[in-house]
């Protein structure tokens, strides 16, 4: 192999050697969204609530999970186009990277919220008495967001896993089939319309007697959530048009936009005539792709840097270790300090984040890299 070769070859193993700075807003994204889903969740806890107006700030903060699927199929996006053409088997390749990515440390959230929660009764099991052994293998195959008893009574927020790994199943597919902008965007419009009918269908044949956890699995399971991940590959392709010739620009933009404008305009003109058509969280993910694409063209300093960085390399660690910290800190007596609910706020939200970054770079550093080390070597052996 020449040498020329064996940098194209270390570029596509390694896509973070093109340019790292170039991907550092892409970790800001995640690090602002964990740490908006940190703030709601802290505010579930303390006896003295948020006022009115604050409170409904910290809610949305809900909605960093459609900035993680945004991201994520961003991310996977770029990876691919820079993986696939060196790679002999890629599409198996990229279902290892993603089960040692993400499997290793969800599996140890497994033990510790088994461990810590039990095998009793819990809001997510309905009338159920207890988690059984199908639900437990369902979660390990992480099939769980099939059944809305399963979707999230086994690992908290385990439900946002299990709607990710569906979407890996459909990404090699969909990275084939949306080759571009205009095919995403026309995908975009169909997949949006095609949850919706789904939901409004199932909303009036629910399978389940209890009607709010029905309402709630209607919200996390992975046809509602599929939109938001193909904001992600329309993200993909405008930054990869953007990135294109100065001549190719000047030919494909005016087209690029006014296939922007076109959806934009249908997408809005179905929200006047129904008035309920476009979900509240893919509203959210549409901002979040407008800010994904201002920081990919240009990152200040303020919003782009080391801290931010930093939080969103162990994103995924934060998510899941969070929720254990704020048991501990109920536990504790860690959440009520001054009885002014605006101040116990912002002291139980640094303390939340401060000891789950001491918890999440132990995990990050002895499970995740592990892990994806693990991957990368069963990776390396298939392809000798």
């Avoid at 979040?288 to 931010?308: D, G, I, Q």
């Avoid at 899941?320 to 139980?348: K, P, S, W």
């Amino acid at each position: 192999m020449s040498s020329k070769d064996q940098k194209l070859r270390n570029r596509a193993c390694h896509p973070q050697m093109q340019d790292i700075k170039k991907f550092e807003y892409i970790d800001t994204l995640r690090g602002l969204a964990v740490l908006a889903v940190l703030g709601v969740h802290c505010s579930q806890h303390g006896s003295h609530p948020c006022p009115g107006w604050f409170g409904s700030v910290v809610i949305a903060g809900q909605f960093g999970v459609q900035l993680f699927y945004v991201v994520s199929a961003l991310t996977l996006c770029l990876s691919m186009n820079a993986r696939m053409p060196l790679e002999k088997k890629p599409v198996l390749n990229f279902f290892i990277r993603r089960f040692f990515r993400i499997a290793p440390l969800f599996y140890l959230a497994m033990v510790y919220y088994l461990w810590q929660n039990g095998l009793g009764p819990r809001y997510w099991l309905g009338n159920a008495p207890a988690i059984t052994r199908a639900n437990i293998l369902s979660t390990a195959t992480f099939t769980n967001s099939l059944n809305p008893y399963w979707i999230n009574s086994v690992v908290d927020g385990g439900w946002t896993v299990a709607v990710e790994m569906s979407f890996y199943l459909f990404l090699p597919y969909l990275y084939y089939k949306l080759n571009n902008l205009r095919k995403a965007l026309w995908f975009t419009l169909v997949s949006l319309a095609a949850s919706w009918a789904l939901v409004w269908f199932m909303s009036k044949n629910p399978l389940i007697s209890d009607h709010r956890l029905w309402k709630e699995y209607l919200y996390f399971f992975f046809p509602e959530q599929l939109p938001v991940f193909i904001l992600g590959i329309v993200l993909f392709h405008w930054i990869k048009n953007s990135q294109a010739t100065a001549e190719r620009q000047e030919r494909e933009c005016p087209v690029i936009f006014s296939n922007v404008l076109r959806a934009c305009s249908a997408l809005l003109l179905v929200e006047s005539v129904t008035g309920c058509f476009i979900p509240q969280h893919f509203k959210y993910a549409v901002a979040f792709v407008l800010l994904a694409y201002s920081l990919y063209l240009k990152s200040p300093k303020w919003l782009v840097n080391r801290l931010t960085v930093f939080l969103g390399k162990i994103s995924f660690s934060l998510y899941l270790t969070h929720f254990g910290v704020l048991h501990f800190m109920d536990h504790r007596h860690l959440t009520d300090f001054t009885g002014n609910g605006l101040a116990d706020y912002f002291i139980r939200y640094f303390l939340l984040v401060g000891i789950a970054v001491i918890v999440s770079v132990i995990t990050y550093r002895l499970v995740e890299l592990p892990g994806q080390n693990i991957g990368k070597k069963i990776i390396n052996k298939l392809s000798v």
